[in-house]
Each structure stands twice: as C-alpha cells, then as structure tokens.
C-alpha cells in the first residue's frame, strides 16, 4: 500500500519492533510481508491505495514505460491524448500521462532540462511527498501542456519553478510526468513512480 494519510503503527523494520509514524508516500507491507523492510507488526487502520489495483488505468506513455507498469501486474490500457482527458474528466477513469514527442498532439511543448531543488505544491500527495527542503535533482527532457487544457492542470512538483508532475481531476483522476521516469534517476524519479503506482491502484481503508 502507499500511504495517503500519515498514521502511527507498530512496525517491524529490520527486526525491530518499533511505533513510528507512517507518512505520506510511504510504501508498506501487511504483517507477514517479507517483500520490504517496513513491515506492519499488527494489522492497522490506514488510507492509501493497493499497488496493484484490481481496475484498469489507462496510459499515454512511451511503450518502455506502459511494458514496465505491465510487468508489476497494473491493469494498463493504452489510449491516445484526448480520450485521456475525457475519460479522466467524465468517466471515473484513474491513468497517467508520460508526456514525450510520442504524443500527436500541438499541445505538447519540449523545453530543456533543469537541475535544481524540488519543490512541493502538494505535500499530501505521495509524488509530492519527495519535495522536500534540500532534495535536489537533474532532469534532462522537460515537457509540457500548452493551450486551454493546461488550466485543468494542478501542480504537484517542480525542480525550481519547472513544474514536471501535476494532475488532472474530474470524475476520475490523472497524474501528468513531464519527463520519461524510465529513462531518468532522481528523486524526481522516485517521486513519479509514486504518484504512478498510487494513481493506478486501488483505495483501501484497512491493512
């Protein structure tokens, strides 16, 4: 599960059994887990959502990215730029979008890249998690969403004032990556990956 919504539980981590606080973006395990470090010592309340989900999440990525997501078991389904938006916006569909020059669409801008410090706008959510005071990071290809649909859009993270995660929220909800997680290393990386498996899994209130 990654954390939503921090919490305090009793944990096991690395043979200690300790209370600690859960935050937001956390990735934890039910007791009994043995695939990570932080393990659940008794079964808890908590918020956030099951990697993988159980429903489908459709994607507008490069094809190494949607392979990736396929082969940790997410439901993914490939679908082009506009049917994106309108599935997010009026069809409780959750997917994400990899911005690149795959996507036949005017409104995606190719800037340059940007090294800096990471900047949160949204620290509640789990991509947003990792910007956090001192974090600094490189990213080689930014992109964005130029036109009417990037008012839609609200922001998550930046390097400096580059934003490069944001989302999208209708009846459904989508995360926008402004850079190919695939093909970067970076906590901006580790922050994408995050938002990606949490926006392609499944709510769940108990663990």
């Known amino acids: 599960m990654i954390v939503d919504t921090p919490f305090v539980a009793t944990v096991e981590n690395k043979g200690f059994v300790i209370d600690q606080v859960i935050g937001v973006g ?4 039910s007791p009994g887990c043995t695939r990570g470090e932080v393990v659940l010592h008794n079964s808890t309340w908590s ?17 190494d990215f949607t392979s990736m997501l396929k082969s940790i078991g997410v439901h993914a389904r490939k679908v082009d730029y506009d ?3 309108n599935l997010v916006l009026r069809r409780n569909s959750n997917g994400v979008m990899v911005l690149s020059d795959e996507i036949n669409s005017l409104e995606i801008q190719r ?10 706008y949204n620290p509640l959510h789990p991509a ?12 080689n290809e930014i992109y964005e969403i130029v036109g009417p649909r990037s008012k839609l859009l609200s922001h998550i993270l930046a390097v400096d004032d580059k934003t490069i995660i944001s989302q ?11 850079f190919n997680p695939v ?10 990956w995050l938002g990606v498996l949490y926006v392609c899994g499944s709510t769940a209130e108990y663990l």
């Open 26 to 29: 956390s990735i934890i395990c």
């Open 47 to 63: 918020y956030g959502r099951v990697v993988p989900g159980n429903s489908e999440c459709i994607v507008v990525a490069p094809k």
């Open 83 to 85: 049917e994106f938006f």
């Open 111 to 120: 800037g340059s890249g940007r090294c800096g410090s990471l900047y949160s």
């Open 128 to 139: 947003g998690a990792v910007g956090k005071p001192g974090f600094t990071c490189c990213v």
């Open 168 to 178: 999208v929220r209708g009846m459904g909800e989508g995360l926008i990556v402004s």
């Open 183 to 192: 093909s970067s290393t970076s906590y901006a990386t580790l922050a994408a």
